[in-house]
């Protein structure tokens, strides 16, 4: 059973930073995408950026291009997304989620291609 873990959220000011963990356990990462999503109040689930098992990055929203990074440490099995730059537009519940076990190198945008999520954690970004 994969199970992940989100931490690192919280309240900070627009232009400031943050950096997200999604730790793994259960599994390792070698076989699975992960991939980070947001939620705001009354919005839907949005994908954001998604890295592969073998560490292709596809960003899938335009407004964060740029501002976000997607990374993984396999020894540690956490990915992290270092938010940069941040606007109050961005506050929104984080969740982490994984793919897998996969047999291509790619990752996908789309929540409903994802088999098992984190609980999420929030991020609030003040003007």
């Known amino acids: 059973q994969l199970q992940l873990v989100e931490s690192g959220g919280g309240l900070v000011q627009s232009g400031g930073s943050l950096r997200l963990s999604c730790t793994v356990s259960?599994?390792?990462?070698?076989?699975?995408?992960i991939g980070w999503f947001r939620q705001a109040p009354g919005k839907g689930r949005e994908g954001l950026i998604c890295?592969?098992?073998?560490?292709?990055?596809?960003t899938y929203k335009e407004s964060v291009k740029g501002r976000f990074t997607i990374s993984k440490d396999n020894a540690k099995n956490t990915v992290y997304l270092q938010m940069d730059s941040l606007k109050p537009e961005d506050t929104a519940v984080y969740i982490c989620?994984?793919?897998?076990?996969?047999?291509?190198?790619?990752?996908?945008?789309?929540?409903?291609?994802?088999?098992?999520w984190g609980q999420g954690i929030q991020v609030t970004v003040s003007s």
């Open positions: 989620a994984a793919e897998g076990p996969v047999m291509v190198g790619f990752c996908r945008g789309d929540p409903r291609d994802y088999d098992y």
């Open positions: 259960g599994k390792t990462l070698d076989n699975y995408h």
């Open positions: 890295i592969g098992y073998h560490n292709e990055i596809t």
